[in-house]
């Protein structure tokens, strides 16, 4: 997930969702299946960590990123943050009370912060791309069967929502909060002028009984429920497909790029736009859409890296000389299905964390292995119904606008994506080794290889152990990462001393992960309090002005573990411009990667990164199998 222009993303936040009260927790994430089984217990607050505990941590953190003497500056002005008449103990006392008033002390600040509030651009800076297991289309019968089977497995999924049946999600033996799952369908993101906002079609008391349709930057409403409320089935809905590109066969104006654009911009524009009535009412059955399908066309300049073609085409859809004029990015849920066979989706990350959606896909994906053969045609389809746009001139200026930003976007971002075959999860769990610990330690160990000094690395981890609980940062980067990319790359050292840095510096990853999951990491604290202080109209303390915290929260390694059941990764931007961004997909005998860094910075090569990330991944492997080796002697 990334942000911008988004200062907040900056500083190391990716990831959350937001839901009202305790209540819409019972009523919508209580699968009948599971309460037949018995309810589960209500979920916990998040806590408010004690403050002296998120210091230490802190300094922790901060100490393999800063020189001695900055490292002497930052703990004295964490001393004077902290003690008992400090700024920290009456902002803590803030969050305390805050605490008490809410459901999640977090939750309305989260979602502005890391989202609404931001002003960059969705595309690269925000919004993931989800690459589904790729295939070959030959025809356009091809491409429409599989798209069609995308949307009916959607609306097969929908019903699980619907009607409260989608298996609740467990962390170990912890139930987790399933209301992301909710808002992830017919829901939009909408432009503003300093500050977006979302709204939740698919709860309201009339849901859309539509999607939308994407095609040549043409967009068309189709009704995908029959008369009796049934969903069309795979022949109604390629018949309905078939009908909208038969109605545009040539590309029109590239009104979806404005949805691109900076949010002051687009906010503004936005608001010309709805100015017109026609244009009006296409604005609003677009947002109210369940989700949106974007048919592309083959990709615009294709490598020999079909992986990452996919990739760029999930995230900006190529630009506007490809198809990003072909898209609505404030829509939550937007599938991409390209002619030759590049199949996946971008969401818009305000309502969702990656897991909820790769589970729709792994559900698209069973639902597709059981209907392989389309069912009956139907009779009395509505005709799909195109969406009308009155473009005046000042609006044309907006598009060629977005259309330069974007550009220069699309050119920055390079990427590289790739399935690891070397060994998967089964081998690091063999070796006694927590699998995720493992793959975070060996980008820890391919940034040092790379660039000689540790990355400040952010992790996202899942916070939904609690009552709308989103995410926390686990500040991968340590002491011990630096000391086993040191001895992994000391030539003098043996294989003994290697091991016990690698075990050192996984069981430090490990442990700062299950506090993270448990509500005590340090950036979401961190941000409680300085967002304490600017809503009490204090000034903003030192802490967060000192090198110390702007360098460990320069996030140069943005990385997210996204497993899914299928052969399918997500991939997005880095968070910084000389950062990279890594996600992956642990499987058990392989990991698929996504990377990504920007071409505007010397230091950042995502190809580079995969080399050194391979070797350090097989570098390990040795070292961990070795070990392993002489211990059964
Ligand atoms: N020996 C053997 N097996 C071990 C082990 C060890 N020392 N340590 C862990 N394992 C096993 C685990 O039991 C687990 O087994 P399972 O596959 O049977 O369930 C498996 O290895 C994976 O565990 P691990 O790799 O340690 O971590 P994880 O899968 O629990 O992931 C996080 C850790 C932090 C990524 C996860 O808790 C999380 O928060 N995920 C959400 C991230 C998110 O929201 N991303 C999207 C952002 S948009």
Redo the contacts with the bound molecule.
């Keep these: 997930?990334a942000l911008s222009a988004a200062f907040i993303l900056r500083q190391g936040l990716?990831?959350s969702r937001v839901v009202r009260s305790g209540s819409i927790f019972i009523s919508h994430t209580m699968p009948s299946r599971l309460l037949h089984q018995g309810d589960p217990p209500a979920l916990p607050q998040l806590p408010v960590p004690h403050l002296q505990d998120t210091l230490t941590k802190y300094l922790k953190t901060v100490k393999p990123l800063v020189t001695e003497e900055e490292y002497m500056v930052t703990e004295e002005i964490v001393k004077k943050f902290g003690n008992s008449t400090g700024i920290g103990t009456k902002l803590q006392q803030k969050l305390e009370e805050k605490k008490k008033a809410t459901d999640n002390w977090l939750a309305d600040w989260w979602i502005n912060a890391a989202y609404l509030d931001c002003r960059g651009p969705l595309v690269v800076w925000s919004s993931p791309g989800l690459v589904f297991p790729l295939l070959e289309f030959k025809t356009l019968d091809d491409q429409l069967n599989y798209a069609a089977k995308v949307i009916a497995g959607t609306l097969d999924y929908k019903i699980m929502v619907d009607e409260k049946t989608v298996p609740v999600d467990r962390?170990g033996k912890d139930v987790l909060d399933m209301s992301q799952y909710f808002k992830i369908l017919g829901t939009c993101r909408i432009p503003g002028v300093t500050r977006d906002t979302i709204r939740f079609y698919g709860q309201e008391p009339d849901p859309p009984k539509h999607i939308v349709v994407a095609h040549n930057n043409h967009f068309f409403k189709i009704d995908v429920y029959g008369k009796h409320g049934k969903p069309l089935n795979v022949r109604q809905l390629v018949h309905q497909l078939r009908n909208v590109v038969e109605r545009s066969t040539h590309p029109t104006v590239p009104v979806g790029i404005l949805t691109t654009q900076n949010r002051n911009v687009w906010g503004k524009a936005y608001k010309m736009l709805r100015k017109d009535k026609v244009n009006k009412a296409s604005l609003e059955e677009i947002q109210r859409c369940i989700f949106l399908v974007a048919l592309d066309g083959p990709v615009v300049n294709p490598t020999s890296n079909i992986m990452t073609d996919a990739a760029l085409e999930c995230v900006h859809g190529n630009g506007p000389q490809g198809y990003a004029g072909n898209r609505w990015y404030d829509k939550t849920i937007q599938f991409i299905i390209g002619k030759k066979g590049i199949v996946g989706l971008t969401y818009e990350h305000t309502p969702a964390?990656?897991?909820p959606i790769a589970n729709l896909m792994d559900h698209i994906m069973d639902y597709m292995a059981e209907h392989a053969d389309p069912r009956p045609p139907a009779v009395e389809l509505t005709r799909p119904q195109r969406l009308m746009f009155n473009v005046g001139q000042e609006v044309k200026q907006e598009i060629e606008d977005a259309k330069i930003a974007l550009e220069s976007l699309v050119g920055d971002l390079e990427m590289t994506c790739f399935k690891f075959t070397g060994f998967g999860?089964n081998f690091i769990?063999s070796q006694?080794?927590?699998?995720?610990?493992f793959i975070q330690m060996a980008i820890q160990l391919a940034f040092y290889r790379i660039h000689g000094e540790p990355g400040a690395h952010y992790?996202?981890?899942?916070t939904r152990k609690f009552v709308q609980g989103r995410?926390e940062t686990?500040r991968s980067c340590s002491e011990e990462s630096v000391a086993f990319a040191k001895a992994m790359l000391n030539p003098e050292l043996d294989n003994a001393e290697k091991a016990q840095a690698l075990r050192s510096a996984i069981d430090a990853h490990?442990n700062y992960?299950k506090n993270a999951?448990n509500g005590l990491g340090v950036d979401r604290h961190l941000l409680g309090l300085k967002l304490a202080a600017i809503e009490a109209g204090m000034d903003v303390p030192k802490l967060f002005m000192d090198v110390g915290y702007l360098r460990s929260s320069h996030m140069r390694l943005s990385t997210?573990?996204?497993p899914a059941r299928c052969e399918a990764f997500m991939c997005f931007g880095p968070l910084v411009p000389d950062g990279y961004g890594c996600c992956y997909n642990p499987r058990g005998d392989a990991v698929f990667f996504g990377l990504s860094a920007f071409n505007s910075s010397p230091e950042t090569d995502s190809a580079t990164f995969r080399n050194a990330l391979e070797e350090s991944l097989m570098d390990m492997h040795d070292v961990a199998l070795k070990e392993g080796l002489k211990a059964k002697l």
Excluded at 432 to 437: C, Q
Excluded at 459 to 462: F, N
């Design positions: 997930m990716r990831c962390m964390e990656g897991p999860k769990k006694k080794m927590s699998p995720d610990s992790e996202s981890a899942s995410t686990i490990k992960a999951v997210s573990q996204v």
